[in-house]
T-cell receptor
Framework: NAGVMQNPRHLVRRRGQEARLRCSPMKGHSHVYWYRQLPEEGLKFMVYLQKENIIDESGMPKERFSAEFPKEGPSILRIQQVVRGDSAAYFC????????????FGDGTRLSIL | GQQLNQSPQSMFIQEGEDVSMNCTSSSIFNTWLWYKQDPGEGPVLLIALYKAGELTSNGRLTAQFGITRKDSFLNISASIPSDVGIYFCAGYQGGSEKLVFGKGTKLTVNP
């Protein structure tokens, strides 16, 4: 997993707080994807971004969730007013380009909501 | 949404045995990927398959892209303890940039 950097690795929030998850893609990669994984489940797609653009957000909940990938800096997945059901592992992946190229994953952020 | 059916859910084998697992779908996929995930870590790419019928190896791992484009298989030969983990199949459907994942096969290798 070297290359895709996610932080923090663990994040604890109380209900109603905001959670910010960061992802720096592999060097040379300009495409970023966010996935959510519940225990004993596979990963579920949330959003696909390129620099300064959201390409596909079909997997994102309509409320409270947002993502960005600014020109400078990491991609951010933001969850406002967190609820217990937001507890999960959130993974970021990156690829060199689009067109079904392999995605390489970070080690994830484990979000726990108290 | 689209799901991949992965089987078996779990496997318990002895060190040295060969392992087979598969992934099926009701619709066509253009690319199949196999990942391994260890506890507390992210999925690591093992093998990527791009053409129907393609057979690709990576050390003791061999994967095949089914000719119907609706399934894929992963074989591990001569298993060792470090093969323990969860193996996920994933795929791209035409025109989509998002990976669809199976629920995983949990492999346990007894020394």
């Amino acid at each position: 997993n070297a290359g895709v950097m996610q932080n923090p690795r663990h994040l604890v929030r109380r209900r109603g707080q905001e959670a910010r998850l960061r992802c720096s893609p592999m060097k040379g990669h300009s495409h970023v994807y966010w996935y959510r994984q519940l225990p004993e489940e596979g990963l579920k797609f949330m959003v696909y971004l390129q620099k300064e653009n959201i390409i596909d957000e079909s997997g994102m909940p309509k409320e409270r969730f947002s993502a960005e990938f600014p020109k400078e800096g990491p991609s951010i997945l933001r969850i406002q007013q967190v609820v217990r059901g937001d507890s999960a592992a959130y993974f970021c992946a990156s690829s060199r380009g689009g067109g079904a190229q392999p995605q390489h994953f970070g080690d994830g952020t484990r979000l726990s909501i108290l | 949404g689209q799901q991949l059916n992965q089987s078996p859910q779990s496997m318990f084998i002895q060190e040295g045995e060969d392992v087979s697992m598969n992934c099926t779908s009701s619709s066509i996929f253009n690319t199949w990927l196999w990942y391994k995930q260890d506890p507390g870590e992210g999925p690591v790419l093992l093998i990527a398959l791009y053409k129907a019928g393609e057979l690709t190896s990576n050390g003791r791992l061999t994967a095949q892209f089914g000719i119907t484009r609706k399934d894929s298989f992963l074989n591990i030969s001569a298993s060792i303890p470090s093969d323990v983990g969860i193996y996920f199949c994933a795929g791209y459907q035409g025109g989509s940039e998002k990976l669809v994942f199976g629920k995983g096969t949990k492999l346990t290798v007894n020394p």
